[in-house]
Structure formats: structure tokens, C-alpha cells
């Protein structure tokens, strides 16, 4: 059934001439050209970028908890009655050999964060997207029905030419004329409104997609949606990006459970001071020393207790987020197909009606040129026509903005899916250009050592 309908939407839709209407504007603008270049010049997307980057810096301080610290430390001092100076220099180094896990369950934890914030980034892919959609869709629907109603006052402004010259040979009367000029206002008032409310898409088109709207082409023909309504709930709900943000935030917050017990749990600590002492007069020194620490927690108060229980409302908490997001996809997914379906039967009506309205239109103005109708009779069938032109226009974009809709509710709403010919942005790149923390200055004796300061650092 819904295959069938999408059939018969598309097919609507492919009959239509989706040539630019405003005088003037000879580049075409596309759809896609309108989705690209909301992509590369959104601020919000660009904000979230810089966001991740932090979550990225994140996993790379987490990291650098499991590593060694090493510290040079120079301290002078001069004793003042027996007019001596000692200058102490000291390298000390510090690792940390076991701490129940909790720091290396912070470092997964912050991983599953980055994921995370992966996943909402794509989120916000999506909505920039759609944003753009609905404002190259109003565009495009505003400049059709300005287009109509330019049509629709020429078209009066005629009838009232030709009321007026029957009135002057007597076969119309005064009324005939006030009702032709009453009719020809109201239609220059409503394009007003639609030439305002195309200033306002166009103002809207400008802040979603970071232009002005040139001549738009046409959105093009519908996009490649799911098989079924079934197809586009399992994708709502297994690879949705606002789902797969959830699910990461869940075991982001489980590691955070695991990162509080170790808190509870004893900790080694393996020091290394290396020292050198100069004094005056010259007397030197050296010292040496390692030795290993062991802390084990035995009362603080409550306070472990309490942030175990709090990492264990957080996954609870998180769980039930992600219920929830699931259950709104779902909705989504349901909303659009339902818009989908109403809007290719308003296409199928509109249709009918235009079709119906133009033959009472032709009938009704023949009538009144013998005299069997009245002015005001040709006015209203106009009227009909009109309105059912733009219904027609209306449902149309509502067909398109119910078919991309469809993509956002089911996670496809993105630039990969649609091949949009703008460069995708690597999620993955700021991480890999520093990974695990390492410095700017690599050398191959350094990944030596990193390689084993790992194999110490871990349980």
C-alpha cells in the first residue's frame, strides 16, 4: 500500500514543469545545491565541531592519567647567619600502578563520550538539512503563488476593463464595475502578502543555508526513501544517529559506575627521586630513592558511597533517554508517512479540482457573454481557480517536505545518503592527529616507551 501511494506521488510530481517563476533570475538554484551549501557554511555545525574537538582532548587527558608524570624541580635558598646557599635540583617521576580501575574506566568512559558526541553531531547534520529543505521549500512555494496571483490580477484587471467599457454602452450596470474593482483590490492585497511572505522565505533561506536564493529550478524529483514504513521504523530505531548518541551515552555512564567503585578500591603508587645538592662552601650531594605507595581508603565520610549511587542513577537516568528517543523516532516515522499520504491525496484532489474549477471558469465566463450570468458569477469561479492553484502548490511542497522528513525520522538525512556534493567532515581526523595524548614531537624511541608505559598501566 505505501509503495503504491509513493508510486502515485512520484508520478504527480513528474508531471509537473518545475521552471523558475520570478523574472530575472536565469541560474537555477537547486535543492541540492541548497543542501550542500547549508552544510558547508552552517555556524551550528561548525560550533559542534570545536565542541568534539573538547570531548576529543578529553580521551587524551583520560589517557594521560595512566602515564608516568615526570617533574624537574630547582630550589636555592640562602642561610642568612651562617652566610651559607644551597641549591637543591631534583627529578622526580611518578606512575600510578593500580587504582581499581578507575582511571582507565575514565579513559573508556570518555571514549564512549566522543562517540557520543560523534553521533549527536550527525544529529545536527540532519536538522541543518531539513532546515534547508523547508527553506528552499518555501521559497520556491512563495514564488509560485506570487506567480499565480500576478496572473490573477492581470486577469482582473482586464474583467474590470471589460465591466466598465459594458457599463459605458449600458449592458452592465455600477454594481458590475464596484464588484470588478472590489475583486481586483482584494487580489492586489494578497499579492502583497505573498510578495512579503516571499521576502520573509527568503530572509529564512538566508540564515538556514548562509545565501540568498537565487533562481530555484525546482526541488527535483522525490528522494530514495526506506522500502516500507516498517523498513524506515527498524532504521529509526537501530541506526538512528540520536539513538546511537543515546546507546553510547549508556555505556559512556556504566564506565562511570565502574570508575566510582575503583575509587573504593586500594591504589600503588611507584615514585623515583633523582636529586642533586650544591652548597656553599662547595659541598655537593646525590640522592637517589624509588619506593612504592599504597593508599587504601577506609572513611571519607560517605562520599564513595554517594558517587557510586549517583553513577548508578546516571545509567538508569541515560536508559530511560534513550526509551524515550526511541519512542520519538518512531513517532517521527509514523508523522511523516501519514503527511506523506495526505499530501499525495491533496495532490490527486487539487488536481481534480483545478481541472474541475478551470471548466466552470471557461463555462461560467461564456455564460455571462450572453448574458446569462453575472460579473460577479465570472469573479467567483476565478476565485475558485485560484485557491485551487494554490492548494495544488501547497500540497505539492507539502509532499516534498513529508518525503524528506521521512529520511531525518529514519537517520538517512545526511550528506553521505544523499551524495551531496560537498566534502563530508572526518570525525575521526582531529582525534587521529593526536592519539592517545601523544606530543607534537614523536620519535621512535618515544612509541618504545609509550608501548610499555601502556603494558605498566594496565590492570
Known sequence: MTSKFLRMARGAVAALTLAALLPGMAAADSLRQAMADAYRNSQLLEQSRYLLRIDDEAVNQAFAALLPTVSFVAATSRDLVNDTSTTTFRLLGELAVYEGGSRINARLGAQEAVNAARQQLVSLEQQVLIDAVTAYLEVWEAIQIVEVRQRNVRVLTEQLRAARDRFEVGEDTRTDVAQAESQLATARSALAAAEGSLEIARELFNLAVGRYPGGLGGPGGLPHLPRSEDEAQRLARQVHPAVLARQFEVAAAEFGVAEARGASRPSVTLDLSVSETVQSPMQEGTGASIGLTLTQPIYRGGQLASLERQALAQV?????????????????????????????????????????????????????????????????????????????????????????????????????????????????AYSAAFPGGRPRVASPQGDRLDTLLQAIGRE
Open 316 to 428: 538508569e537516568a541515560v536508559r530511560f533517554g534513550l526509551n524515550q528517543q526511541v519512542l520519538q523516532n518512531l513517532q517521527a516515522v509514523g508523522n511523516a508517512y501519514a503527511r506523506l499520504r495526505i499530501a499525495s491525496a491533496q495532490i490527486q484532489a487539487s488536481d481534480q479540482r483545478i481541472r474541475a474549477a478551470q471548466l466552470a471558469f471557461e463555462g461560467v465566463r461564456e455564460e455571462a457573454s450572453l448574458g446569462a450570468r453575472t460579473t460577479l458569477d465570472v469573479l467567483d469561479a476565478e476565485q475558485d481557480l485560484l485557491e485551487a492553484r494554490i492548494s495544488r502548490i501547497e500540497a505539492q511542497g507539502d509532499l516534498y517536505a513529508a518525503s524528506y522528513s521521512v529520511l531525518a525520522a529514519s537517520g538517512l538525512m545526511t550528506v553521505r545518503h544523499l551524495d551531496l556534493p560537498v566534502p563530508e567532515y572526518d570525525v575521526a
